[in-house]
């Protein structure tokens, strides 16, 4: 069986999921670092007021 070529509004919109999924991965760069930094704190927290 032989693969089917998409046509060019099928084309048109896969890049256009590609572009926001692109979008999404840079977000979760910033999100990764915002939890890093809540976790900081709370070990920082924890150290400070419980040990």
Known sequence: M???E???AQR???Q???E???RWEFRLIG???IA???IAAIVVVR???FS
Do not use: C, K, M, W
């Open 20 to 22: 926001r999924n692109r």
């Open 12 to 14: 048109e919109e896969l």
């Open 2 to 4: 032989s693969p089917v």
């Open 16 to 18: 256009r999921e590609i």
């Open 47 to 49: 150290l400070v007021f």
């Open 6 to 8: 998409p046509t060019s």
């Open 31 to 33: 999100y990764a670092g």
């Open 36 to 38: 890093l930094v809540v």
